[in-house]
């Protein structure tokens, strides 16, 4: 088995699996819309992928993962809805140059925190430092003063609560419960036409491949084993002199940045940014694709994503009465009989067969019988 | 700000706003009355709590229904009947759940938020199925109607004032159950050691689900009152939830004082702030110092000293 920083060989298998199938077979088989759909669900994928280290390994239970994703695409947003609003393309407003949104609730002027995302390099900092340093700050106070588990829950979905209604209710500098909409340009490029949706699919994943390596790099790492000690016996960890504060703020950290670039992400691919992604229930639905997928899983977190909304679009396209029920029942299913999700059905009940059939496949070698030799460790 | 307005003018209008806070208040204290009970007591975070407060109020909106259609000259009166009904259906319907869902989780306290949250999805598609996407409103009894002029610039609605005696004398109710009552010292008993309390002959796993019961239960008295002063929909009952789990944890999870004195604060900062600034601004200014405080004082106002 090789013994890498980043997987083991199983892992690997699966890692390339999951690239085949994003860079490969969901292209060729599916249209532009419906891979810009894929584009959108992997959004969340980014989200998911965080929670399962903050959530899984870290045993933080955040329902306010939905303001990190919030805080990402807002500065993807705003920088977009920038170059959208050029003074030619809005000359037939009162104040040219500044977003309609702003024109029509009678602002004259661009607010003083808009005027560094003219730049792209400032945005990209911005996407990754602004959440980071929220997060840190959340964290700090909460983790500081042993603040964890449900009350972490909660006051993670007020914070959420809260910035939904300040976006809604600032109308004049975030677009109100609309949003920002009518993104055009980056750079000059325009991101609405098929080909540049195909580019900024590929974009993604290829993000998307970045954030697993650092998952997984996480994982393998002293840190994720001792993120993981702390979940089972907190106590016993902080009286091996680690600093359990210290590492639950990294996970949540690295999980508000993951979920910030999910974010920038939906604001490219999407088009347009809104506070109904922002509040208490995505937040809560992006814990349930991480708890459909698994949440000990990385893997499974994408698959659960993508299931998860497959499901919804689908089933909420033909039976839309149907659909809360069953997105209902799958939570409680999930939480009543399958705790670690998909990949815990794949790693309980699936694998096995799988590894069953290909061992009796294989002929065997001479001299050796079924169980007499443990794991291929050499007879004496 | 106050140039345009006389002192005795500022005067009435603080007592409006304070008025105004105070329905609010009787609204936060009966639903996080039933929560305090759920989670404070059993741990338990219910997310399906506003549900249940939503079935309270279509139980309310039914009965009304009935009342007008078969005995109209008894109307004035069917608010009372229809409490004890939505009081009994939440309630059972809190002990079904109880028994088919949450005993199997009292082990794994955050994933009864995931498991209630399906559930309250569920709910809300039922209640849309049942009885369509539309907000209704309950007919008010003509001697709810109206208002008490206390002064000459001061004026408060009857079912404003309704609603707090309402909140008062369940309160009360709540609170001699819980310390005064055999039943209330076995939940207590549980709640503190549920493995000494079954060792000394409670049945806890009834304890639980009666526990349970009770504050759905309360939650559906609380929708009962709620449509006293608003309408009700299939999705109202989210738009509390969190304000009530926070009503909860500032008050201090275990402490009932501490619910109510944390709801009359929220809500009173709520309703003076809203006369300065916009609702959403007031919401946010509130909420903020809320988790502000709690970053401070994690264990809210009022602790109790447990080991743990």
Redesign the interface.
Known sequence: MTDNRFFNRSELIGILVLAVFLVAVLPLTLDVFRLNLVAKYLTYAFVALGLVICWGYGGILSLGQGVFFGLGGYCMAMFLKLEASSVENTKIQSTPGIPDFMDWNQLTALPFFWKPFHSLTFTVAAIVLVPGIFALIIGTAMFKRRVGGTYFAIITQAVAAILTILIVGQQGYTGGINGMTDLRTLKGWDIRPDHAKIALYFFEVGCLFVCIMIAQFVRHSKLGRILVAMREKEDRVRFSGYSVANFKIFAFCIAAVFAAVGGAMFALNVGFMSPSFVGIVPSIEMVIYTAVGGRLSILGAIYGTLLVNFAKTSLSETFPELWLFGLGGLFIAVVLAFPNGLAGIWGDYVQPRIERLIASRKPKPEGWTDGSVADGAPAE | MFGDYSLGDLGSIFVMQGFAGLILFSVYVLMALGLAII?GQM?V?N?AHGEFMILGAYVTWMTSNLFQAYMPGLFGGYFFLAMILAFLASGALGMLVEWV?IR??YK????T???T??????L???YR?VFGAREVGVELPQWMLGSLQVTSSIEVPINGVFVMCLTVLITIVVAYVMFKSRWGRQVRAVVQNRIMAGAVGINTEKVDRYTFGLGCGIAGVAGSAFTMIGSTGPTSG?LYI?DT??VV?FGGAASLLGTIASAFSISQTQSTLEFFM?G??A??LT??A??GI??LR?QGLFALKVRK
Not at chain 2, 108 to 111: G, N, V, Y
């Open positions: 989670f741990g975070i997310m869902l199997h989780l794994r306290p955050l994933d938020l995931l498991a949250w399906g559930l309250s999805l569920m809300q598609q039922a199925s989210q969190v789990f926070l944890v916009s959403s601004m919401k946010v909420l903020l809320v988790v709690l970053m994690p």
